[in-house]
Nanobody, 127 residues
Framework: QVQLVESGGGNVQAGDSLRLSCAAS????????MGWFRQAPGKEREFVAS????????RYADSVKSRFTISRDNAKNTLYLQMNSLRPEDTAVYYC????????????????????WGQGTQVTVSS
């Protein structure tokens, strides 16, 4: 049973930074593509960033490119999202997601393709 547990959310001011973590019970970790999604009140869940199992390919939504960095430590089975220069429009519940892939270099970005999801962590950015 795959379990994903996010942490690191909180209340911050615009311009601040936060690092989200996702502890994942996936093995082998290199065969799980992972991603971050977010959902703001009244809005659909949207893609934020993704990373391949081998961590050689990352993808970002245009809205977070150059501000957010996704990374992973397969030895620790942990996914990260470093968020810099936060804006009020980044306020949302952030979810971690995982999908088993036959290739460690397969990139996954669509929410419908991810099978496993965490419970989410709230990020609130005040202006």
């Amino acid at each position: 049973q795959v379990q994903l547990v996010e942490s690191g959310g909180g209340n911050v001011q615009a311009g601040d930074s936060l690092r989200l973590s996702c502890a994942a019970s996936v093995r082998p970790a290199s065969h799980y593509a992972m991603g971050w999604f977010r959902q703001a009140p009244g809005k659909e869940r949207e893609f934020v960033a993704s990373i391949t199992g081998s961590a050689d390919v990352t993808r970002y939504a245009d809205s977070v490119k150059s501000r957010f960095t996704i990374s992973r430590d397969n030895a620790k089975n942990t996914l990260y999202l470093q968020m810099n220069s936060l804006r009020p429009e980044d306020t949302a519940v952030y979810y971690c997601a995982a999908k088993w892939t036959s290739s460690t270099r397969q990139s996954v970005t669509s929410s419908g393709d991810f099978r496993y999801w965490g419970q989410g962590t709230q990020v609130t950015v005040s202006s």
